[in-house]
Structures are given as structure tokens and as C-alpha cells.
């Protein structure tokens, strides 16, 4: 054979030995792909059964559990919190429950809880003028426009659909209205709620919410006491001077309606998961009803 026979040769096994290099380069990489695809679709079914556990838990635990012995942690057991704030329920489980009785209601507004909100996150006055009279347009079933508010013009000129003329199913609703801005909603909104609340228990509320409503002495007592380093009853009497459980606008009970947010993580997997229930009594035909999904 040749100098230039071997070279030629040697060229062909160089070319065969990069094409299969390549080959199993290409093969390797599927196979660690199909590695991690079985692993993230383990994973998911791990959380998914996590998931359905953790929601069978906390459901039997609310039917089980008297909601203000649910959440003083002066009791017996592991207390959960009505304002938020996580509680874990087992490696990679968290819960988060809300009571709506902490939060302000825009199918009821009251202006003396309202404004104080408004004004706490710098709304201008005018604003908040504007808002709550098309608040009160957009639920009222007629369409007289009321001082300062908003009907079927102000919205058709805008190009929005509204106003509704019925009950708020949603608060996101109150985006159309005039008088606040997709950013300032964005900071009031988690405080609000569309469903129809006379009340407020702000040991169930925000800590901004609570700063916006009370003198930062009670709200700093109230925040404390909300996340459960003391007695709710002693800590209640302590600031107000009595127990008295509702007194026509702020309750100290969490009241039977609450927003439940449960996270799993598996690995790289996780699943939220966002449900309002309402607490009914044993019995109810459903004394845990499943209002809606998120």
C-alpha cells in the first residue's frame, strides 16, 4: 500500500470514527432527554397525589375543627393562620388560608374601611371619588348615572364592556372602573373581595391593611396577635379593653368563608392550587361547599 493509499484510508476511519461519535453523542442525548421526561412525569404525579391528599387534609380538618380553635395557637395541635400567612403541612406541602372577613368588600363598600385603603396607597383624592360612584353604577340594576360615576357612556366610549348592572362576580371587575389605574389595583386588589361581607376581622387581615385601618400602635397589637404569639382572647382584650366577638363591624371570629391556596413541589415539579370554600353546618346537605376554582 501506498504513502498516499494509507493516508486516504486513514482519513475514511477518522471520518467513520467522527460519524459515529456523533451517532452516540446523539443517542446519549435522547436517552438523558427520555431520563428527565420519566423524571419530571414521576415528579408530577408525586405532587399531583400530594396535591389530592393535602386538599383531603385540610377539608377534613375545617369540618373536623371549630374555625376559631383553628387558628388560636393557644390550643392544642398545630394552628394554621386565617391572614396568609404559610403554614407547612408536610415536606414540600404548604397551605394558605384567608379568611374573607379580612378582607374589604366591593359588593358592600363601607367608605369609613375603603378610603382609609385608597389614601394608605397614595390614591388621590379624586380618584377614589370617582371610583366609588361607579362602584355603586356598576352593581345597581338602573342606569341613572350617579354624581361622579360611570354608566353605559362612559364605558362605551371607552371601549370596555360594562357596567354590569348586577352583582360583582369578580373583583377583578373593578379594573374597568374609572378611578384606578391597572397598577394601583394591583396593590389593592389581594385586600378586596367580591362577595358580600358586613364585617371585618383584622386578625384575619393583611399586615398594610391593618397599618391602613388602625393607629400603628393597635395595628402592630393586631398583627401580632393575628400571627398567633398570643391568646386571641386575652390579646383582644388587652387592645380593646374587652372581648367582645362583634361589636356591628369588627368581629374577632374568621368567620366560614376562606380562600385556600396549598403549593407542592417535586423536584422540579410545582402545582398551585386556589379554592374558596364555605363552612356550613354538620347538617347542611354540603357542610364544606367548593365555591370556585383557581
Same mark, same amino acid.
Given at each position: 500500500m501506498t504513502s498516499k493509499q494509507s493516508g486516504v484510508a486513514l482519513?475514511?476511519?477518522?471520518?467513520?470514527?467522527?460519524?459515529?461519535?456523533?451517532?452516540?453523542?446523539?443517542?446519549?442525548?435522547?436517552? =438523558?432527554?427520555?431520563?428527565?421526561?420519566?423524571?419530571q412525569y414521576q415528579q408530577r404525579l408525586e405532587a399531583e397525589l400530594a396535591m389530592r391528599s393535602a386538599k383531603t387534609a385540610v377539608l377534613s380538618r375545617f369540618y373536623q375543627t371549630d374555625t376559631l380553635?383553628?387558628?388560636?395557637?393557644?390550643?392544642q395541635g398545630t394552628s394554621w393562620y386565617c391572614n396568609g400567612k404559610p403554614v407547612t403541612l408536610s415536606p414540600g406541602v404548604t397551605?394558605?388560608?384567608?379568611?374573607?372577613? @379580612?378582607?374589604l368588600s366591593v359588593s358592600l363598600p363601607q367608605d369609613e374601611l375603603l378610603v382609609p385603603l385608597f389614601r394608605a396607597e397614595q390614591i388621590p383624592d379624586e380618584q377614589w371619588g370617582q371610583?366609588?360612584?361607579?362602584?355603586?353604577?356598576?352593581?345597581?340594576?338602573?342606569?341613572?348615572?350617579?354624581?361622579?360615576?360611570?354608566?353605559?357612556?362612559?364605558?362605551n366610549a371607552s371601549d370596555k364592556a360594562g357596567p354590569r348592572n348586577g352583582p360583582l362576580q369578580s373583583v377583578a371587575e373593578i379594573r374597568?372602573?374609572?378611578?384606578?389605574?391597572?397598577? =394601583?389595583?394591583?396593590?389593592? @386588589?389581594?385586600?378586596?373581595?367580591?362577595?358580600?361581607?358586613?364585617?371585618?376581622?383584622?386578625?384575619c387581615a393583611?399586615?398594610?391593611?391593618?397599618?391602613?385601618?388602625?393607629?400603628?400602635?393597635?395595628? =402592630? =397589637?393586631?398583627?401580632?396577635?393575628?400571627?398567633g404569639q398570643?391568646?386571641?382572647?386575652?390579646?383582644?382584650?388587652?387592645?380593646? @379593653?374587652?372581648?367582645?366577638?362583634?361589636? @356591628?363591624?369588627?368581629?374577632?371570629?374568621?368567620?366560614?368563608?376562606?380562600?385556600v391556596t396549598l403549593s407542592v413541589t417535586r423536584g422540579d415539579v410545582k402545582l398551585d392550587h386556589r379554592f374558596e370554600i364555605l363552612i356550613q353546618t354538620h347538617q347542611s346537605r354540603e357542610p364544606?361547599?367548593?365555591?370556585?376554582?383557581?
Open positions: 482519513v475514511q476511519v477518522l471520518l467513520i470514527s467522527a460519524i459515529i461519535a456523533i451517532v452516540a453523542l446523539h443517542f446519549n442525548k435522547t436517552a =438523558q432527554r427520555n431520563v428527565d421526561i420519566a423524571r380553635a383553628l387558628f388560636n395557637h393557644s390550643g397551605l394558605q388560608v384567608k379568611s374573607m372577613l @379580612g378582607k371610583f366609588l360612584p361607579a362602584l355603586h353604577d356598576w352593581t345597581d340594576v338602573d342606569d341613572n348615572v350617579s354624581p361622579f360615576g360611570a354608566e353605559h357612556a362612559y364605558y374597568a372602573l374609572p378611578g384606578i389605574s391597572d397598577t =394601583q389595583y394591583e396593590r389593592i @386588589g389581594p385586600n378586596l373581595t367580591h362577595h358580600y361581607i358586613s364585617t371585618f376581622a383584622p386578625l393583611s399586615a398594610p391593611l391593618v397599618r391602613a385601618l388602625f393607629n400603628e400602635d393597635i395595628a =402592630q =397589637q393586631l398583627i401580632i396577635l393575628g400571627n398570643q391568646d386571641i382572647e386575652q390579646g383582644w382584650q388587652q387592645i380593646f @379593653g374587652s372581648f367582645v366577638p362583634y361589636d @356591628g363591624l369588627l368581629d374577632v371570629f374568621p368567620g366560614n368563608l376562606f380562600e364544606i361547599l367548593q365555591l370556585s376554582y383557581y
